[in-house]
């Protein structure tokens, strides 16, 4: 196929030079084409928003030398919803069901920063009578452990296929598969979950689920290792990572990155040890780090952090066997959602208890439902900044309060959007080919960078 | 007497924010609420039209701050002495356990720089840079805070600088945090500050043309009514809410 057939853009001139559209096996147009040139100092490509190696649509602009890229920008933008001026015009409690649409990957630590906030400023933070309950915050680290390894096996999977490690792609899927089986067992769905409430989680653990999880468990400890043996040590995969993206730690703090690719120079920042939140002091793990600052110590980062969050989920499995039957909300009625869903014979639905409660038996139970279910409650006039450690670093939300039933203002941090960042300063002076590699091992997720 | 006074929608006595007592503490207004249910004109019979509420802020706080909020506080007004900056913070914010300093504009580059450099302050990590807009916080209401983590001392810490609408200017601080780029872009992009000296201040998010600042309060949400079963659902801002 040639570029002068492309219907929409073929070559082209322009003030600034020639414009080729590049679609696939035309290569040799381009070659020709340059070879035409009297004068080729510099190429400009222009790469995605759509290029499958680009992790959705992050569009880059590189300034090539031959194979070796001199400037490199990103262009984003092209998946902003507009996330945050909506959660303006909802509930407090509907909020989590935008925010957790943002970073696809990472749908519970969306929910989790932003109830986080609210919480901080209902004041039911604490350790009291009157705050989260100890099973509410133990189903959060569970759900947010197996989310964290959800989001590592497709960061290592992407990574892995863009270099042309395919069973890497299938393997790291087929595990991720039986995260999301999980979650849709605890929460309904496997993604979009909007689980995590403020004041505590939607829905008790189902029965049966504990042993779904130990299994699960066992099985990873089973596959695990089988990344460890295809990648670690293996010749092409290391030649291609090693010294690749290579950001040291004072980059990382000017520029803002945390998570993974901060661990991977050697520095155990990590804030569920530094600033613990939901009781993550009281579990035993590690922080993982590297020493090499490159793309390689962050796949192995993140491979080591999946042992850790495997330690992490069978603590807090053995502690949900012993909170059988306790809440899992807030015990304040002004906050707590009214009732729990129940499993119906035609699957999941309203609770016919509470229907009857509030239908046939009181009416001062039924204009209370209303009141919160449509109205929401109220969250005193402030702001709350809590931030929780992502699998991409530090996700947090600035949650604006000006007394009112709704969100005056959220705006979440991104670890991917700040992350990215650094795609100039690890893709320039490196080969074309290296950028791709640089950032996988960034691990961007749009949905979060464009929110 | 006129028709309107007999009427028996009357107005209600005037209770503007001045004759409302304060709650205890120093408190910021930054707006009135009015009514209850977000009704509007004479479809309101919830008999809470009248009601006119300030919105406030939580207030000044006062020495001791408490805990290492001191220790902060102190060493950035030594430092600022230092650097020629008589009143380094004007007000400072302690609610929920987390500090704010309200900073002049002006000031924020010579204060974001000392709080980084700083031995005793040492803030590393500038975390975000998120736009608040106040409409009706009149002469600031565009407001920027940074978010601010010490990795050394595990401390974190709130700046907050504001512009009026007609200046929407802020000085960069690219300079001290080259983490702030993108997230001043997003500012602008969102809100209309300007950040003097930014290297390159475009939008980011929003299309290069885009006219308006989206994450305004005065900028529309969008939407379409939706039919559904013969009835009419209209946009989310447009929905009777409660306020």
Sequence with gaps: MSTDQDLYAGSSETSEGRVFTVSGQDWDTIAEGLADEEVMERVVVNMGPQHPSTHGVLRLILELEGETVTEARCGIGYLHTGIEKN??????????????????????????????????????????????????????????????????????????????????????????????????????????????????????????????????????????????????????????????????????????LTGPVLRSTGYPWDLRKSQPYCGYETYEFDVQTWDT???????????????????????????????????????????????????????????????????????EALIHHFKLVTEGFRVPAGQAYVPVESPRGELGAHVVSDGGTRPFRAHFRDPSFTNLQATSVMAEGGMVADVIVAIASIDPVMGGVDR | MSDEDKSPEQPAVEQSPDNVPAPTGEVREVGVRHGMFGVRGTGDTSGYGGLVQPIVLPGDAQRPYGGWYDEVADALEHAARDAGLEVAVPRVVVHRGEITFHVRREDLPTVARLLRDDERLRFEL??????????????????????????????????????????????????????????????????????????????????????????????????????????????????????
């Design chain 2, 126 to 243: 500038c975390s975000s840079v998120s736009g608040v807009h106040y409409p009706d916080d009149t002469g600031a209401e565009l407001h920027a805070v940074y978010h601010l983590l010490s990795m050394t001392y595990n401390r974190r810490i709130r700046l907050e600088v504001a512009a009026p609408d007609a200046d929407p200017h802020i000085p960069s601080t690219v300079a001290i945090y080259p983490t702030n780029d993108w997230h001043e872009r997003e500012t602008f992009d969102m809100f209309g500050i300007v950040f003097d000296d930014h290297p390159a201040l475009t939008r980011i998010l929003m299309p290069d043309d885009w006219p308006g600042h989206p994450q305004r309060k005065d900028y529309p949400l969008g939407g379409i009514p939706v039919e559904y079963k013969g009835g009419t659902v209209p946009p989310p801002d447009q929905r009777r809410s409660y306020n």
């Design chain 1, 293 to 363: 600052a490159d793309s390689y110590g962050r796949f192995r980062v993140r491979l080591n952090e999946m042992w850790e969050s495997l330690r992490i989920v069978e603590q807090a499995a053995d502690r949900l066997a012993k909170l059988d039957g306790a809440p899992v909300m807030v015990g304040d009625k002004k906050i707590a959602w009214p009732s729990q869903l129940a499993i119906g014979s035609d699957g999941m639905g309203n609770s016919l208890d509470h229907i009857r409660h509030i239908m046939g038996e009181s009416m």
């Design chain 1, 87 to 256: 959660m303006e015009y909802r509930s407090w409690t509907q909020g989590v069901t935008f925010c957790t649409r943002m970073d696809y990957l990472s749908p519970f630590y969306n929910e989790m920063t932003y109830v986080l906030g609210v919480e901080r400023l209902l004041g039911i933070d604490g350790q009291g009578d009157d705050s989260v309950p100890e099973k509410a915050q133990v189903m959060r680290v569970l759900l947010m452990e197996l989310n964290r390894i959800s989001s590592h096996l497709v960061a290592i999977a992407t990574g892995g296929m863009e270099i042309g490690a395919l069973t890497v792609m299938t393997i790291g899927f087929r595990e991720r598969e039986l995260v999301l089986d999980l979650f849709e067992l605890i929460t309904g769905l496997r993604m979009n979950h909007a689980f995590i409430r403020p004041g505590g989680v939607a829905q008790d653990l189902p029965p049966g689920a504990l042993d779904e999880i130990r299994g699960f468990v066992a099985l990873m400890k089973k596959r695990l290792p089988e990344y460890a043996d295809l990648c670690n040590a293996n010749p092409i995969f290391k030649a291609r990572l090693e010294g690749v993206g290579h950001l040291d730690l004072a980059g990382c703090l000017a520029l803002g």
